[in-house]
């Protein structure tokens, strides 16, 4: 039986890739040894006490942290987090103005109609609980923290939980508790990978059990997610970042190239592709992909993106790379064309379509508000970006008077005996006993 060098897999007739066991044939098997690990609690650390920094965040904290008391811990952590805030105050004052104006805009109100004796309507309820997943450890996402939980706090979430792993060093980055902190954050707890949304989705002696998790992750955690679902509500199963460009012989072969760049450096497995009406063009941006792989500094991993997953198209006229662009479903388009506008208008698939030359995909990433987290994976077609209704829930509201009810129960008396659901017609007839004619 093979075992891998930390606890995580103990399994029979795994395919191993570059060492490690086949995702697919043990995410289950993860998550199943992590909830059963959380819920003895062996095998982690995951006693905690809670301290909070200068500006009120919660931080949740191992009780023996580095040999320091949790308080001098906290002390520590609240002058990182002061540094942080002091050099980025102001750009997260703008994040945090423009996205929050966006999603304001997609608030949903509950609606009552009334006609003799009848009210319907619609309530609008906002989610109790929210677990977010931040990325942590090699990176950091401080705006992913941001895109996660400002719909959730528009929408009216009570409790927000966020998980993150910390880096080597045990720590999560300041930048990111900042962000969580100016957010509107609750708690956060330093784990990470598929035991994190395990542990959120059915709850530990140290994490709450969540009704929704969102946030991106690595395959194990995306597997996760889609494990757990059913148990928790989740906002989807996120694969690799993309990026289609659609463009013709008015772009600038610079800036196109640039902005295929800027996904391809995501991961090995990020999708850049170029459809354009124009050879020329399809030429000159790649021997500016080639000069810029040279200048910038995660050159290796856009190499890699772009020979397994990156593709010049060149069609035959705008509507072939149209109707291309709509079979791809990718999750940033950018439209460079002489008329841009006209093309959005017949763009049915795509998470964000970016129009014009200046309206670069890193912009939605950070500053222009609508939601960077968007569907990959040509889900585009049937999902949306994350919003304020992915942390609401509706419930249909009827009431119907005697007077009201009378007239129509025959009706519904009928359509249950044709269902052969006599309680159900029951259920109605039983109201009318005294009627002459019931």
Same mark, same amino acid.
């Given at each position: 039986?093979?075992?891998?060098?930390?606890?995580?897999?103990?399994?029979?007739?795994?395919?191993?890739?570059?060492?490690?066991?086949?995702?697919?044939?043990?995410?289950?098997?993860?998550?199943?040894?992590?909830?059963?690990?959380?819920?003895?609690?062996?095998?982690?650390?995951?006693?905690?006490?809670?301290?909070?920094?200068?500006?009120?965040?919660?931080?949740?904290?191992?009780?023996?942290?580095?040999?320091?008391?949790?308080?001098?811990?906290?002390?520590?952590?609240?002058?990182?987090?002061?540094?942080?805030?002091? %050099?980025?105050?102001?750009?997260?004052?703008?994040?945090?103005?423009?996205?929050?104006?966006?999603?304001?805009?997609?608030?949903?109100?509950?609606?009552?109609?009334?006609?003799?004796?009848?009210?319907?309507?619609?309530?609008?309820?906002? #989610?109790?609980?929210?677990?977010?997943?931040?990325?942590?450890?090699?990176?950091?996402?401080?705006?992913?923290? %941001?895109?996660?939980? %400002?719909?959730?706090?528009? $929408?009216?979430?009570?409790?927000?939980?966020?998980?993150?792993?910390?880096?080597?060093?045990?720590?999560?980055?300041?930048?990111?508790?900042?962000?969580?902190?100016?957010?509107?954050?609750?708690?956060?707890?330093?784990?990470?990978?598929?035991?994190?949304?395990?542990?959120?989705?059915?709850?530990?002696?140290?994490?709450?059990?969540?009704?929704?998790?969102?946030?991106?992750?690595?395959?194990?955690? $995306?597997?996760?997610?889609?494990?757990?679902?059913?148990?928790?509500?989740?906002?989807?199963?996120?694969?690799?970042?993309?990026? #289609?460009?659609?463009?013709?012989?008015?772009?600038?072969?610079?800036?196109? $190239?640039?902005?295929?760049?800027?996904?391809?450096?995501?991961?090995?497995?990020?999708?850049?592709?170029?459809?354009?009406?124009?050879?020329?063009?399809?030429?000159?941006?790649?021997?500016?992909?080639?000069?810029?792989?040279?200048?910038?500094?995660?050159?290796?991993?856009?190499?890699?993106?772009?020979?397994?997953?990156?593709?010049?198209?060149?069609?035959?006229?705008?509507?072939?790379?149209?109707?291309?662009?709509?079979?791809?479903?990718?999750?940033?388009?950018?439209?460079?064309?002489?008329?841009?506008?006209?093309?959005?208008?017949?763009?049915?698939? $795509?998470?964000?379509?970016?129009?014009?030359?200046?309206?670069?995909?890193?912009?939605?990433?950070?500053?222009?508000?609508?939601?960077?987290?968007?569907?990959?994976?040509?889900?585009?077609?049937?999902?949306?970006? #994350?919003?304020?209704?992915?942390?609401?829930?509706?419930?249909?509201?009827?009431?119907?008077?005697?007077?009201? #009810?009378?007239?129509?129960?025959?009706?519904?008396?009928?359509?249950?005996?044709?269902?052969?659901?006599?309680?159900?017609?029951?259920?109605?007839?039983?109201?009318?006993?005294?009627?002459?004619?019931?």
């Amino acid at each position: 039986m093979p075992q891998s060098k930390g606890p995580f897999y103990m399994t029979t007739a795994i395919a191993y890739t570059s060492g490690k066991p086949h995702i697919g044939n043990t995410y289950e098997i993860v998550l199943a040894d992590s909830i059963a690990r959380f819920r003895r609690q062996e095998g982690y650390d995951v006693f905690f006490q809670t301290g909070t920094d200068e500006h009120g965040q919660k931080i949740e904290l191992k009780a023996e942290e580095a040999g320091i008391t949790p308080k001098e811990f906290v002390d520590k952590t609240s002058a990182e987090i002061k540094r942080i805030w002091d %050099l980025m105050n102001t750009s997260y004052d703008k994040f945090i103005r423009t996205t929050d104006d966006y999603h304001e805009k997609q608030v949903q109100n509950s609606w009552f109609t009334t006609e003799d004796g009848i009210i319907l309507g619609q309530k609008v309820t906002a #989610l109790a609980t929210v677990g977010v997943y931040v990325p942590g450890g090699k990176a950091v996402y401080p705006s992913s923290v %941001l895109m996660n939980v %400002l719909p959730a706090k528009v $929408a009216g979430v009570d409790r927000i939980v966020m998980c993150t792993p910390p880096g080597k060093d045990g720590k999560v980055y300041p930048s990111t508790l900042v962000a969580a902190k100016e957010a509107g954050v609750d708690e956060i707890y330093k784990v990470g990978g598929a035991q994190a949304i395990a542990a959120m989705a059915f709850g530990t002696e140290s994490i709450p059990k969540v009704d929704k998790i969102v946030g991106p992750g690595n395959i194990f955690v $995306a597997l996760a997610k889609k494990a757990v679902y059913g148990n928790v509500s989740i906002d989807s199963i996120a694969g690799p970042s993309e990026i #289609l460009v659609l463009a013709d012989e008015t772009a600038n072969p610079r800036y196109v $190239a640039a902005d295929l760049l800027s996904q391809a450096e995501h991961d090995e497995m990020a999708s850049a592709i170029l459809v354009t009406t124009s050879e020329e063009l399809a030429h000159k941006v790649s021997d500016e992909i080639d000069g810029f792989l040279n200048q910038l500094s995660r050159k290796e991993i856009m190499e890699k993106s772009l020979d397994s997953f990156g593709y010049i198209l060149v069609a035959s006229d705008m509507k072939e790379a149209i109707d291309t662009a709509n079979a791809i479903a990718s999750e940033h388009m950018e439209i460079m064309t002489a008329n841009p506008f006209d093309v959005m208008t017949r763009i049915k698939n $795509a998470g964000a379509i970016f129009i014009g030359a200046y309206s670069c995909e890193p912009l939605g990433d950070y500053f222009a508000g609508p939601n960077h987290v968007l569907p990959t994976n040509g889900t585009a077609k049937f999902f949306s970006p #994350l919003s304020v209704d992915d942390f609401i829930k509706k419930s249909s509201v009827i009431y119907y008077s005697r007077e009201a #009810l009378e007239p129509v129960h025959k009706d519904i008396e009928f359509f249950a005996n044709q269902e052969q659901l006599t309680a159900h017609a029951n259920s109605m007839k039983v109201r009318f006993e005294d009627n002459q004619e019931g």
